[in-house]
């Protein structure tokens, strides 16, 4: 019981180990700081894939841990990376309008500076003042608060309202799902505010760096997604290894058993969920600056639905098995969509992986389900024996 | 020897059916109570309202020498006022070991942060100690819950309501499926518990009851039908008719 807690979870130290190593090897090869073997753009999607191993971790938390499935999971990762996007957009804008204006006879008033930003920034949706929601853009650190506050607050108030109904099950994935449609409907409407369907673009231009080039900037972020992963992953082993870890486990296999042990269930319930949601606001915010752009769709039921997907596959309840099925999947998910997998040739029939990938994903879902019910993760069962009891 | 849990008048209604009808009963502090009823008497719904799962239409239930009403209670409120129940199949953490159940049992502050921040000192690992011995599975520490017999489940679910050192231990049906050594076990376990504490066992079985040797009420269709020591019930002509006599 004396044994410190890396020594209980021999797992952490491994995990920091190789996603140090693995982000060593990308600097080291990447354009800006080593060999150029790898492209910029590949270090954006390897940095890209670190932030949904985050939001996996997450999700991983509340239905492997929890068991809670939420299918709403991307609600939180967009609003996250919409709230940085905001501050984006705004500094970027900014820039240019300010740049722009330096010739001309007078000087603009402030008035004239945030209409001019206005108009740029809302004129393709027909808009030219700012809405309601952008009153911190101007703030990156004030925008950096609300990538946490937005989505904790509304995971806080739904799963208040969830939980306290004692609504579970499919019914409450049901109502993620809801959640997260709503959400995205919202947002598609240019009187939201958020641009409608445009979304918010050029993200990939962070504000104050424009002279550095994007090789240089790529390997910035993927740094502090590593960072964020590591970090995450560390918070959430410690969470999860002592008695609440016990609690909330307890939870997903006995709920009852919890309750008339005295514990307040739905606080636990609410408390891993509002984590989770946090962790996967911080993921995004730190992912749609690697994709440049973020719009209603990414908010879509489907999107969540595939995260539990690479889950299960990876193997919940267990946090590297988040990671590696969010890894696995994703960067399978971009090879064979990105046109470069080789179509297959059956003479009457091509296969075309960018329209079949889908069903090969399907596929492997339903097999790893009959035939590996603890995911990808469960083989390190084989390797180690875990219950040395 | 004081009144802990007085129920008068209660009554449940389930889609019209009447599943407890003007139900009184009381049980003092250390006392052992056996409730006997057939089927649909009301033995699972009379515990499912002291534990607050469910809410008797009419009736009123206290708690302890402040007489707390336990209808305003959640079922967590209510457990942490002392009050542990063990459910008819046995409930147990599968997953987790022996050592951890006892572990998450155990009578400490039940709040989420400060559950975060808890960590076992020696104490403690003495206390989950104890109760293993006491429960026949100290040997067993460190085995998954999952791998244990029908019995030894029943057994750490005991041990588990007594870490939480409950004032009123309400059992239902623990002898169901154990053999005759594992009875005489768990009947020495809970007269033992009840040396302290309150303890209600629901039971079917008359010979487990017999060898509880003590108190008896025997429901019928939602109310008591007799109270007393069980020689005393068994010659009642009403319980016969009602429940021997099948």
Not at chain 1, 196 to 203: A, C, D, T
Not at chain 2, 55 to 71: A, F, Q
Not at chain 2, 127 to 132: S, V
Not at chain 2, 234 to 246: E, H
Request: charged fraction near 15%; glycine fraction near 10%.
């Amino acid at each position: 019981m004396e044994r410190s807690f890396f020594a209980r979870n021999p797992s952490v130290l491994i995990f920091m180990g190789l996603l140090g190593l693995f982000t060593l090897g990308v600097t080291v090869l990447s354009e800006a700081y080593g060999t150029s073997a790898i492209s910029t753009s590949l270090v954006k999607t390897l940095g890209m894939t670190l932030c949904l191993c985050l939001v996996a971790l997450a999700m991983d938390l509340v239905w492997g841990y929890c068991g809670i499935l939420s299918l709403g999971h991307f609600a939180f990762f967009g609003l996250g990376g919409y709230m940085i996007g905001m501050w984006i957009m705004y500094a970027r804008t900014e820039a240019v309008v300010v740049g722009s204006l330096a010739n001309a006879p007078l000087p603009p008033t402030p008035a004239e500076l945030t209409d001019a930003i206005a108009v740029q920034i809302f004129g393709v949706v027909g808009g030219d003042s700012f809405p309601w929601m952008w009153a911190f853009s101007h703030s990156l650190t004030l925008q950096l608060m609300l990538v946490v506050l937005v989505p904790g607050l509304l995971a806080l108030v739904f799963g208040w309202l969830a939980f306290r109904s004692r609504v579970t099950g499919v019914y409450l994935s049901i109502l993620t799902q809801a959640m997260t449609l709503a959400l995205a409907l919202y947002l598609f409407q240019n009187d939201t505010g958020l641009r409608g369907n445009n979304g918010l673009s050029g993200l990939q231009n962070i504000p104050g760096a424009e002279d550095i080039p994007q090789s240089v900037t790529s390997i910035w972020l993927l740094w502090a997604s590593a960072l964020a992963l590591g970090l995450g992953y560390i918070g959430s082993a410690w969470v999860m290894s002592g008695k609440f870890g016990n609690v909330v486990r307890g939870i997903r296999d006995d709920e009852p058993r919890v309750r008339f042990l005295g514990y307040s269930v739905e606080g636990y319930k609410l408390f891993v969920f509002t984590l989770s949601a946090v962790i996967a606001g911080i993921a995004g915010a730190l992912y749609y600056p690697q994709a440049g752009i973020i719009n209603p769709d990414e908010l879509a039921p489907i999107a969540s639905i595939y995260l539990a997907v690479w889950v299960a596959i990876g193997g919940r309840g267990r946090l590297y098995g988040a990671v590696i099925g969010a890894a696995t999947v994703s960067l399978l998910s971009t090879w064979f969509t990105g046109g470069r997998a080789p179509d297959v040739n059956l003479g009457f029939y091509t296969i075309q992986w960018v329209d079949w990938w889908t069903v090969l994903l399907g596929l492997g879902f339903v097999l790893v389900t009959l035939f590996a019910p603890k995911g990808l993760g469960g083989l390190v069962d084989y390797i180690v024996r875990k219950d040395r009891a | 020897m004081n009144t802990l849990l007085e129920l008068s008048g209660v009554s449940v209604t389930f889609d019209g059916f009447r599943a407890i009808n003007n139900l009184s009963f009381q049980i003092a502090e250390p006392e052992l109570r056996a409730i006997i009823g057939p089927n649909g008497a009301g033995k699972t719904t009379f515990m499912d309202i002291v534990t607050g799962k469910t809410r008797p239409d009419e009736g009123t239930v206290i708690w302890g020498e402040r007489s707390i009403s336990l209808l305003k209670l959640s079922e967590a409120q209510i457990a942490r006022e002392g009050i542990g129940r063990k459910f008819q199949r046995p409930t147990v953490f599968e997953d987790q070991t022996v050592a951890d159940n006892l572990m998450v049992a155990l009578k400490k502050d039940r709040g989420p942060f400060r559950v975060l921040v808890w960590r076992a000192e020696p104490a403690d690992q003495t206390r989950i100690e104890e109760l293993a011995a006491e429960i026949g599975l100290a040997d067993h520490l460190g085995t998954k819950a999952g791998i244990l017999s029908h019995g030894q489940k029943q057994w750490l679910e005991i041990g588990m309501l007594l870490a939480q050192e409950p004032r009123l231990l309400l059992v239902d049906e623990p002898a169901a499926g154990m053999s005759g050594p594992e009875r005489d076990h768990t009947t020495e376990l809970l007269k033992e518990a009840a040396k302290t504490r309150a303890v209600v066992v629901v039971e079917h079985d008359m010979d487990f009851v017999r060898k509880l040797d003590c108190k008896v009420t025997v429901l019928h269709e939602g109310s008591v039908l007799a109270e007393g020591r069980l020689d005393h019930v068994t010659a009642n002509q009403q319980v016969i008719d009602v429940y021997l006599g099948r």
